[in-house]
């Protein structure tokens, strides 16, 4: 379904949102991996850290939420390397809500990242792939975007809308060359999980997360997902009908 990349090396890599958690592991192991890694995220000083022993690393921070900052850093990355090869949708925001907790204002900022941020993301690039007439565009959703669950109330419609997003432009950029990747991690101790006050299933470092990132990229499927111990579970529940899924899934979550 798509072209399979097991060797980074001198590979162009876009990675936005690759100050913590997934995105600067997956940085600093694609950089281990020889690849040319542009850092994109709010904090330069993060990024600096992680690019320090590298050479191959360009330091372009900028806002997922604006856009004019993304146009930016994109701008500079295409003045310096003339194209990508890769280009990765890390950036996230996640905060517990249940519907006795919805605040607009909290809500609406999530939106923003997850969702909205990776569009202006897709309209940077997307051009310059269709010109250069390969090159892959890649978004970390989440398995919380299969269907609803307890305390996702804003998080998980944001994920769901970016896999939906993802596979409508499989369906436009694959007849064109152009490969598309969603990666669904489960669980991954980033200090946005560390706000949940329940146990986490399946849990995965960033490190592990960027490792199986990788290895999905050797493949040529259209989803990565991990940890399959737990996705695949996710994954069946997603075909229950609702009159199993909700007592089934109340039972869960109360364990």
Not at 10 to 17: A, D, I, P, Q
Not at 31 to 38: E, F, K, P, T, W
Not at 183 to 210: H, K, R, S, Y
């Amino acid at each position: 379904m798509n072209p399979p990349i097991d060797d980074w090396s001198g590979k162009r890599v876009w990675l936005l949102g690759a100050s913590s958690g997934i995105g600067a592991a997956l940085g600093r192991a694609l950089l281990a991996r020889n690849a040319r890694v542009a850092l994109s995220a709010r904090h330069a000083g993060r990024l600096q850290e992680i690019a320090a022993s590298a050479r191959q690393a360009l330091v372009l921070p900028c806002d997922a939420t604006d856009d004019a900052s993304m146009r930016t850093a994109w701008e500079r990355l295409l003045a310096a390397w003339e194209g990508v090869d890769v280009a990765l949708y890390v950036a996230g925001d996640y905060l517990p809500m249940r519907a006795w907790e919805l605040d607009v204002d909290k809500a609406q900022r999530m939106i923003a990242v997850n969702f909205g941020g990776a569009v202006s993301f897709a309209a940077c690039v997307v051009p310059q792939l269709l010109r250069q007439g390969n090159g892959q565009i890649g978004f970390v959703a989440s398995v919380a975007g299969y269907r609803g669950l307890p305390k996702s109330l804003i998080y998980g419609p944001t994920k769901a809308a970016l896999i939906n997003f993802a596979e409508a432009l499989y369906l436009d950029l694959e007849p064109k060359g152009i490969g598309v990747r969603l990666i669904n991690p489960g669980f991954v101790a980033t200090p946005l999980t560390a706000q949940n006050d329940f146990a986490m299933p399946a849990l995965l470092t960033p490190e592990q997360a960027a490792a199986e990132t990788i290895a999905g990229f050797a493949g040529g499927t259209f989803e990565i997902h991990y940890p399959k111990r737990f996705t695949r579970v996710l994954k069946l529940l997603a075909h229950l009908p609702y009159r199993i899924y909700f007592p089934l899934l109340r039972r869960l979550a109360g364990k």
